[in-house]
């Protein structure tokens, strides 16, 4: 599996807020066409697709697929929590690197509903049960799933390593900056950090509303095709994928006994460190990454996790101004799952929708210097990261 895969392709619609959408079939093939706009190709090009969102019937990648060409290829629909999207993306790269195919699709969508993740199965034993059990032990408060989970993380970072409200307060607020220079957003109002100390409180000392994610409809696309594709065929991508690696929990994700380790540490720095190994560079040679930010504790986390600044270095990264223009790495320039939105089945490919742009040098505004390689983190609990590193050619 040597391969080169090329980003061919890549489309994303505006998010938004639920109930303010197009029907997710509607808006997964628009994405696509999109994307093979961007591609320059036409759909009876592609050879396989892969779709992936969480909250849907079976085969409602079919008919989202169908909406943009029936050619009678294989359909793959995907299902791994939050890092769906990237999910697909994988593999997509997997059968285009292994030479199985071409030209590979991957899409991803949801459509929300307001207010908290449901449980969508009460008769059966969930997913998280273990994880369930394990944060009920460390962490002593009556919230839904997520807000308990990553803002039981963040309160383990605070208290160990001195974090404070105002660090997370200071990466919601760049999101929102950042977010205001791209029109696929759904919030593009700059907050201060204030303003978002000032917010309605969901726990008090560790989160206001704004550091949480909103629920958001959205999709977005992206093709993958051979090297020897794009030259038979006249395209010049101008992005490869240089390395992808996915990781899924060990025995120290449970037996740890500690709430950062639970909401993926071990997976998002296994994943990272191969993907560097992998491509051959290190986090010192990144200036732009985007990254699981679905609550601003995880941003703060996964700087560490990702080795973008040392074990508990994080509030100085963020107080010298490292994470955003200026900086050493821009971190989500596109406003990140807080403001730009977390469509689950979208969000990995509406990330690489960002840093194919960046690496482009397309990005307009929100366009960072200097950019040769690209760092894409996408973590779903559960659980499962994915680790893409993007380079220029």
Request: glycine share 10%; with cysteine.
């Amino acid at each position: 599996m040597d391969r080169e895969v090329l980003v061919a392709g890549v489309g994303m619609i505006p998010f938004a807020k639920p109930g303010s959408s197009a029907p997710y079939d509607q808006m997964g093939s628009e994405a696509i066409c999109l994307a093979l706009a961007d591609a320059g190709i036409g759909y009876d090009r592609i050879e396989q697709a892969y779709v992936g969102y969480v909250f849907g019937a079976s085969c409602a990648g079919q008919r989202t697929v169908y909406r943009a060409g029936m050619t009678g290829i294989p359909i793959v629909n995907v299902n791994n929590n939050c890092s769906t999207g990237s999910t697909a993306l994988f593999l997509a790269r997997q059968a285009v690197e292994s030479g199985a195919v071409e030209c590979a699709l991957a899409v991803g969508f949801e459509e929300m509903e307001p207010g908290a993740l449901p449980s969508m199965f009460s008769n059966r034993v969930s997913p998280f049960a273990d994880f369930d059990r394990e944060c009920d032990a460390l962490v002593d408060v009556d919230l839904p799933l997520a807000l308990r989970y990553f803002g039981g993380a963040g309160k383990a970072h605070m208290e160990r390593y001195g974090t404070t409200l105002e660090d997370f307060a200071k990466v919601r607020a760049k999101a929102s900056r950042h977010a205001a220079c791209n029109p696929l957003s759904v919030f593009r109002n700059v907050m201060t950090v204030e303003e978002v100390l000032d917010a309605p409180v969901i726990w008090p000392g560790v989160m206001t509303k704004p550091m949480a994610c909103p629920p958001t409809c959205g999709a977005a696309a992206t093709l993958l095709v051979s090297r020897d594709f794009a030259q038979r065929n006249g395209l010049v991508p101008g992005v490869r994928i240089a390395a992808q690696t996915m990781s899924t929990d060990r025995p120290v994700t449970l037996e740890a006994h500690d709430m950062i380790e639970l909401v993926g540490k071990d997976m998002a720095k296994r994943a990272s460190r191969e993907a560097y190994e992998s491509a051959g560079v290190g986090p010192e040679d990144f200036r732009v990454v985007e990254l699981h930010d679905c609550f601003a504790h995880n941003e703060v986390i996964t700087y560490e996790n990702l080795d973008l600044c040392p074990e508990g270095g994080a509030s100085q990264f963020i107080a010298d101004g490292d994470n955003t223009y200026g900086g050493r790495v821009v971190t989500n320039p596109s406003g990140g799952l807080l403001s730009k939105g977390h469509p689950l089945g979208a969000t990995g490919l509406a990330q690489c929708h960002e840093l194919t742009h960046q690496l482009r040098g397309t990005a307009g505004p929100r366009q960072v210097e200097n950019v040769r390689h690209a760092l894409q983190h996408n973590l779903g609990l559960g659980g499962a990261c994915v680790v893409t590193i993007y380079e220029r050619t």
